[in-house]
């Protein structure tokens, strides 16, 4: 059998594996990879052709989506809406790597991760200490012989510890801040 995984030089379009059931338990991989930005109608014509050239003949008439590629974090089942998966990969699409961990931070919920990225959304920093010393300089006025005082890292691990903000770390030096949602 041939493996589902894509190479690591594909494109990192998001993709779903869309595999024909009854060849699978007839012992057949039987599918392909579809690209998951297209319309629902045209992912279900896709379907459509896969099932008509199945293997195990007109016997075919279920599929499932056994692997996915470029989603990251975002978690799909198997037997995931098609419009759900159309609108998950197209916000993937949109922001990255990011939008697939926003989409797991806010527990798959699709709604949540797009109010986050469109209205909560503070920047990208190197730390959350750095975005406390902007916001702060941003906003207050703070006299040259205070400043050496100023314990950006402690208002940082405050304003994530009162759930004021949230972050988003998507290497060592670069983390996403985010206003919490409540």
Request: negative net charge.
């Amino acid at each position: 059998m041939k493996s589902l995984c894509k190479e690591s030089n594909k494109s990192l379009q998001p993709e779903i594996y869309i595999a024909d059931l009854a060849a699978y338990n007839a012992g057949y991989l039987h599918g392909k990879w579809i690209d998951a930005t297209l319309e629902v109608d045209d992912i279900q014509d896709e379907i459509k052709e896969i099932l008509k050239n199945s293997p195990v003949g007109k016997e075919a008439e279920e599929f499932a989506i056994h692997s996915y590629s470029a989603f990251w974090e975002a978690e799909l089942g198997e037997y995931a809406d098609l419009a759900m998966v159309v609108e998950t990969a197209r916000f993937i699409n949109e922001h990255g790597r990011l939008g697939a961990k926003l989409i797991s931070y806010c527990d798959g919920e699709l709604e949540r991760a797009r109010e986050s990225i469109e209205n909560n959304y503070c920047g990208e920093y190197e730390s959350v200490s750095d975005f406390a010393e902007q916001i702060t300089e941003e906003t207050t006025q703070i006299p040259e012989s205070l400043k050496l005082y100023i314990n950006y890292e402690k208002m940082a691990k405050d304003l994530e510890q009162s759930g004021d903000i949230f972050t988003i770390e998507m290497s060592f030096d670069e983390v996403h801040v985010f206003w919490s949602l409540r």
